[in-house]
């Protein structure tokens, strides 16, 4: 979970440091490196298209030549599956529910591991007392705890909350431990001589320092919050994304099952995308590798 | 003599060792020093004699293990509030840009935002880097991340300035203009400073004073020079006169047994 290059700049002036222009050359590499990433997916879905139409290709492996469409589905089955849902708007409500989970267990998962992060590591007396038992926690498979939520908060969205939470937090709480431990002494005790309170210290010292940890874990948290909705959903509920695919996977819907693996995947890339947006403003003050301007 | 900006009166730090219990390293021993107001007094001695463990004393960072800290004639309690510390290694918030670094100071203390910037920005015009007020700390070279140091610590006012060797990291050209600057900065409003160095040249060419601290463990003061060039001074010119090198020479004569001893003791580590 640790970043690499984190330790300060070394001493080399970085004039202008003007990071964020992109070179002319990289540029068109990049139309040519997105116009490959198309192409490969438009010939993935051949591909499968191929393999799974019945009586397209002589049957190699099942007798039955339908037999490939029922285990791994038809790609225009999926996509006019996906269309319908959009279209006829009965996805949304699901999604919606799978989202809002996401978005608690991030936010409420986030806050947890940012209070009792900073606790712990300021206070070396609870620090030891809780060490093994947080050890124990984090070590525990945790997927394992969802049917457990599902029985004490029941089929709504609390269970697929406290469950996408107890994810989130461990995250979230070890980059804050770590990132309240490596706030160098120096700049501390320049903070103390510039005459900072102990107050002070902790909101302008050790919170902005464990919150650039935080946000270096930003793309691991919110991808945990999402894993612990959709596999909440799966294990029992009544709405969502993971609700839907379950359904479907109960009555060998494969078409469905793919259907929905696809939205989520789409989901979860916005999310990503997003999170890189806010992470990008969030830390302009982080050294980054110094690009020359080719001339 | 009137009451000294700072005093250390018979200070003594021991450590407990990490590696064998029971066992104590003696940094300091026995060390009186004092700073009268607006004087500067430059400490040098070998490496590792304890130089920053006597600043940090001064400083209220570090509590002696026996002896007094007088500031202003009271006794130090704390950290030290009269006084700014400038560091050797890196101290700037790397979240905050050279504008917010400076502030920092004033918004401790609860002053009002608008009149912080304009302060601010001020004092960066005055350590030469108005333009450089939304670079980051890793954006700027490291003499500019040292004027910020200086801009943020200056900005307070403080009585007596505390250095800790704050240009060692720097170049010789980048330095001596620092060290210019200082000067300049330091005459505007005479504050009284003790400046920590391993340099000899660089004690010399700015201070009033320089003592001349003896090898670790159990570092004591063992010689005290009165620098009598004139000001002001200019640290590139005043190295070349006839009264420089004879100051040289002499301090450099009671220092050098004890840079051998230092390097030895290194050694034979």
């Known amino acids: 979970?640790?970043?690499?290059?984190?330790?300060?700049?070394?001493?080399?002036?970085?004039?202008?440091?003007?990071?964020?222009?992109?070179?002319?050359?990289?540029?068109?590499s990049r139309g040519r490196i997105a116009f490959y990433h198309v192409l490969l997916l438009g010939g993935l879905f051949l591909f499968w298209y191929v393999?799974?139409?019945?009586?397209?290709?002589?049957?190699?492996?099942?007798?039955?030549?339908?037999?490939?469409?029922?285990?791994?589905?038809?790609?225009?089955e999926v996509v006019k599956r996906i269309w319908t849902w959009f279209a006829g708007g009965s996805i949304y409500l699901h999604l919606g529910v799978t989202l809002i989970e996401t978005l608690l267990a991030f936010a409420i998962g986030t806050a947890l591991g940012l209070v009792l992060g900073l606790w712990l590591a300021l206070s070396p007396t609870a620090s030891s007392l809780a060490d093994p038992y947080i050890k124990a926690m984090n070590a525990m498979p945790r997927v394992i705890l969802a049917p457990i939520f599902a029985v004490w908060f029941g089929l709504g969205i609390t269970s697929k909350v406290v469950f996408g939470v107890t994810l989130v937090f461990f995250i979230v709480f070890f980059n804050v431990y770590q990132g309240v431990k490596e706030v160098s002494p120096v700049v501390l005790a320049n903070a103390r001589m510039l005459g900072a309170t102990g107050r002070q210290l902790l909101r302008y010292v050790y919170l902005p320092s464990a919150t650039s940890w935080v946000f270096s874990s930003l793309h691991t948290s919110v991808g945990l919050a999402f894993v612990g909705a959709v596999v909440g959903e799966y294990l029992g509920s009544a709405k969502g994304v993971g609700y839907l695919i379950h359904q479907a996977e109960g009555v060998f819907d494969i078409d469905t099952v793919f259907a929905g693996i696809l939205v989520l995947t789409m989901c979860a890339l916005i999310l990503d995308f997003i999170v890189t947006r806010i992470e990008g403003r969030l830390l302009v003050w982080r050294p980054r590798a110094a690009e020359t301007e080719r001339l | 003599?009137?009451?000294?900006?700072?005093?250390?009166?018979?200070?003594?730090?021991?450590?407990?060792?990490?590696?064998?219990?029971?066992?104590?390293?003696?940094?300091?021993?026995?060390?009186?020093?004092?700073?009268?107001?607006?004087?500067?007094?430059?400490v040098v001695g070998p490496t590792g004699c304890g130089k920053s463990t006597l600043l940090n004393v001064a400083?209220?960072?570090?509590?002696?293990?026996?002896?007094?800290?007088?500031?202003?004639?009271?006794?130090?309690?704390?950290?030290?509030?009269?006084?700014?510390?400038?560091?050797?290694?890196?101290?700037?918030?790397?979240w905050r840009n050279a504008l917010d670094n400076v502030i920092a100071g004033l918004q401790f203390a609860g002053v009002e935002r608008g009149e912080s910037k304009s302060r601010a920005q001020q004092w960066l015009g005055r350590v030469g880097l108005s333009g450089?007020?939304?670079?980051?700390?890793?954006?700027?070279?490291?003499?500019?991340?040292?004027?910020?140091?200086?801009?943020?610590?200056?900005?307070?006012?403080?009585?007596?300035m505390l250095m800790d060797e704050p240009f060692s990291a720097l170049d010789i050209q980048t330095r001596q203009l620092m060290e210019n600057e200082l000067l300049d900065l330091w005459s505007a409003d005479r504050k009284s400073v003790l400046f920590i160095t391993h340099d000899l040249e660089e004690a010399i060419a700015l201070s009033d004073r320089v003592i001349v601290l003896s090898a670790g463990p159990a570092t004591r003061p063992i010689g005290e020079f009165a620098i009598d060039l004139p000001r002001p001074r200019d640290v590139n010119e005043i190295r070349l006169t006839p009264r420089f090198v004879e100051l040289h020479t002499q301090i450099w004569h009671a220092m050098k047994d004890e840079v051998l001893k230092g390097y030895a003791r290194s050694r034979k580590n």
């Open chain 1, 1 to 28: 979970m640790q970043e690499a290059g984190r330790t300060s700049a070394d001493d080399s002036p970085v004039p202008g440091a003007a990071t964020s222009t992109r070179r002319p050359g990289q540029r068109a």
């Open chain 2, 132 to 160: 450089f007020e939304e670079r980051y700390p890793h954006e700027l070279s490291g003499g500019m991340r040292k004027r910020v140091a200086l801009a943020q610590m200056l900005i307070l006012d403080p009585e007596i």
């Open chain 2, 1 to 42: 003599m009137s009451t000294p900006a700072l005093l250390l009166d018979r200070v003594t730090c021991a450590f407990a060792s990490r590696e064998r219990q029971g066992d104590r390293y003696t940094a300091v021993k026995d060390t009186t020093l004092a700073v009268g107001s607006g004087e500067f007094v430059s």
């Open chain 2, 59 to 94: 400083a209220g960072l570090l509590q002696p293990s026996s002896g007094d800290v007088r500031v202003l004639g009271q006794p130090l309690l704390g950290i030290n509030r009269h006084s700014g510390y400038m560091f050797q290694a890196e101290s700037l918030m790397p």
């Open chain 1, 51 to 76: 393999m799974t139409e019945p009586g397209l290709i002589p049957p190699f492996y099942f007798d039955d030549p339908t037999r490939a469409k029922f285990f791994f589905g038809q790609p225009i």
